[in-house]
């Protein structure tokens, strides 16, 4: 949800963002072949734009300042554990 209740985002699995109401859209990770499937977004409070986490620990970007791309946290190293939630701050 937004902060005005007006509109709502829906995340599928392989990334891909779907908008609806008055959320902006600032893009998806249409090109970009997960290792592993999305299971947290997080809406940044300050300027709306959002991250993905994937449960490898991967992370994608997505905001109105254009740093937008794909980020590997854990660099290759095993998780005991998958992703399973995030915050952007």
């Known amino acids: 949800m937004t902060g005005d209740e007006r509109g709502y985002y829906l995340v599928a699995k392989d990334g891909g ?13 249409d090109s970009i072949n997960l ?11 300050t300027n709306g734009g959002c991250d993905l986490f994937a449960s490898g620990g991967g992370v994608c970007s997505f905001n109105p300042t254009g740093a937008y791309g794909f ?3 854990m660099g290759g190293m095993p998780l005991n554990q998958p992703i399973v939630g995030g915050v952007t701050y």
């Open 17 to 29: 963002i779907f908008a609806f109401g008055d959320v902006r859209f600032y893009g998806s990770p």
């Open 35 to 45: 290792n592993a499937p999305i299971v947290v977004k997080a809406i940044d409070p």
């Open 71 to 73: 980020h590997i946290l």
